[in-house]
């Protein structure tokens, strides 16, 4: 009798080794935990959670959990101690032995462990997942505002169009002082208005398309900076000048000064600018590098998106204009960033078909 109660403990502690060996190659933390107390924790487990196995062992399950979701949790380890197999996973938020917190996924079920049943919880790390879709519903936020913000613009533009008219007329007739200050005040709140249409829907923007090129456009847009050109370098390389591409050219003068204009506002003083124009795969190339202050990666995602900006007295519409004239064309915007090091706009366009 003893023997066979010897013999099978031994085929119970020798099915737990080879568990426990199955869980320690998972990597995802797994932890086996009965009354209160952690009997097993795998590798991945304790470094996920910022601690060693000698700490985590023996602890309470609950020590990772903050105080407001105790009584959940302690409520669903008791279900799995009912169920019969796992029970529904649910999204959490647990604070590491390091103090820091992290979203997981969170799952049970119970287990025969230690000749007796146990639960066994693992954890999935989904802080990726919440992070894109918590900046999702930002971008779609700002998406939609600047959507209302064109509606709104819309319709107030025909209004103030109509009362500058008025305006000019009754100046036919009055010589009033402030006549004149109204006229250009109006007409400032109508460019406002009228950049911000354009920005978002350039195929409204009543303008030619013609051949452009870009070559001779780069060129003469950087004389546009020459106030802040002392303290930064700006290296031009522009190749097949032959080659042109076709589209509205206002807009895409507009499109690479706001990329320009972008560079500049990112170096530091001795900063470095560098200027590209190519042709390669039957298409034309802009690049756009600088060595400024770079872009965080959780951000890239945002730029293009109306109202996007990091600078205080920025609107966040450059990058818009530039992302949908290029896209109307047929273009990308490739960005490439690094933090502290600096950040490349690659601008593709389809070529003017009879510059082939
Ligand atoms: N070359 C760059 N280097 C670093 N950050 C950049 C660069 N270009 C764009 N950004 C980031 O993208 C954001 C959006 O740019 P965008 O041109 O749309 O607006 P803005 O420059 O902030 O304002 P505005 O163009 O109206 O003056 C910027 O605020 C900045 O954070
Ligand atoms: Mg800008």
Redesign the pocket.
């Known amino acids: 009798m003893n023997q066979m109660l010897e013999s099978n403990t031994k085929d119970r502690l020798q099915n737990e080794t080879i568990y426990c060996q199955i869980l320690e190659y998972s990597v995802e933390t797994i932890f086996l935990h009965v009354d209160q107390k952690i009997l097993y924790i795998n590798q991945a487990g304790a470094d996920f959670l910022k601690g060693s196995k000698k700490d985590i062992i023996g602890a309470n399950p609950l020590c990772i959990i903050p105080d407001f979701y105790k009584p959940k949790i302690t409520e669903r380890i008791q279900k799995a101690m009912m169920a019969a197999g796992p029970i529904e996973v649910i999204e959490q938020s647990i604070a590491r032995l390091d103090g820091t917190f992290v979203d997981v996924e969170f799952y049970c079920q119970p287990v025969q462990f230690g000749g007796r049943k146990a639960i066994q919880t693992g954890l999935r790390d989904i802080t990726k997942r919440k992070n894109s879709e918590r900046q999702l519903n930002e971008r779609e936020k700002l998406a939609s505002i600047g959507q209302m913000a064109v509606g709104i613009a819309h319709e107030v533009k025909n209004p103030l169009t109509s009362v500058k008219g008025f305006l000019q007329l009754i100046k036919e007739t009055n010589t009033h002082p402030y006549l004149l200050a109204m006229e250009s005040e109006l007409e400032k709140a109508i460019d406002t208005l009228q950049n911000l249409l354009q920005v978002s829907k350039p195929n409204l923007y009543s303008e030619p398309i013609t051949k452009i090129d870009l070559c001779k456009e780069l060129s003469s847009l950087i004389f546009l900076f020459q106030d802040k050109l002392y303290n930064t370098e700006i290296e031009m390389d522009l190749r097949n000048s032959d080659k042109m591409i076709i589209g509205k050219k206002n807009l895409f003068l507009k499109a690479f000064f ?1 990329l320009i ?3 500049l ?2 170096v530091p003083e001795k900063g470095k600018i560098r200027i590209e124009h190519y042709f390669r795969d039957d298409c034309i190339y802009v690049k756009i590098s ?1 060595n ?4 965080p990666k959780d951000k890239i995602d945002f ?1 293009g998106t109306p109202f ?4 205080g007295e ?7 204009q530039v992302f949908t004239t290029v896209k109307e064309y047929g273009g990308t915007v490739q960005v490439e ?1 690094e933090l502290g090091i600096g ?1 490349t706009f690659l601008v593709k366009l389809p070529l003017h078909p009879t510059s082939c």
Do not use: F, H, R, V
Request: charged share 15%; net charge neutral; hydrophobic share 30%.
């Open positions: 706001n204009k972008n560079a506002e990112a600088d400024g202050i770079g872009i730029l996007y900006s990091s600078k920025g609107t966040g519409l450059g990058l818009t960033s950040t």
